[in-house]
C-alpha cells in the first residue's frame, strides 16, 4: 500500500516502502525478490537526492548476498560502498561513521562465514569502535557478541 500511495503523497517515501518490502522478502527466504528491491530502492533515493540512504541500502544488500552464498559479491559492494562513503564528503561525519560501521559489522558477518577469521575480527573492532565513537552502546554490544563468536 505505501508503494502504491507514496508516489503520489509522499514521493521521497517511495524508496524506503521498497527498501522495507525488499526486507520483508529476506526475511521470509525470497532472496532474489529482495535484490531486486533493494536495488530499486536504491535507485529511487538517488533519484530523490538521499545519498546516504542510497548508501544505506548496501548493508541490506550485503546481507541479503551472504545468505546467498555469494561472498565475493557481498565482499566487493562492502568495498564499493566503503570508498563512496569515504569519497563522499558531503556527508555529515556522524552520519559517515554510523554507515562505516553498519557497512563493517555485515562485512566481518560475511566474513565469519567464509572463515576468514582474523579479517572479521578486523572490521568487527573497526565497527565497533565506530558505534562507541557515536555512542550506541548496543551497537557496539552487538559486535561484541558477534566477536565472541568468532573468537
Known sequence: LCI???PALAPSLQPQALYLRGQTCALSGDFDQALAQIAAAR?????????AAALRTAVG???VLS????????????????DSIAGDASLPPETAALLTALVQQNR??????????TEAIAAYDEAEARFQA?????DA??????????L
Do not use: F, P, S
Not at 557515536?134 to 548496543?138: C, G, M, S, V
Open 141 to 150: 554490544a552487538t559486535i561484541r557478541m558477534n566477536l565472541g563468536v568468532v
Open 67 to 82: 545468505h546467498l552464498g555469494r561472498y565475493g559479491e557481498a565482499l566487493a559492494t562492502a568495498g564499493a560502498t566503503l
Open 108 to 117: 566481518g558477518i560475511c566474513l565469519k562465514d567464509m572463515g576468514r577469521y
Open 134 to 138: 557515536l555512542d550506541r552502546a548496543e
Open 4 to 6: 502504491i500511495v507514496a
Open 43 to 51: 535507485a529511487g533515493y538517488l533519484a530523490t537526492g538521499q545519498t
Open 61 to 63: 544488500q550485503l546481507n
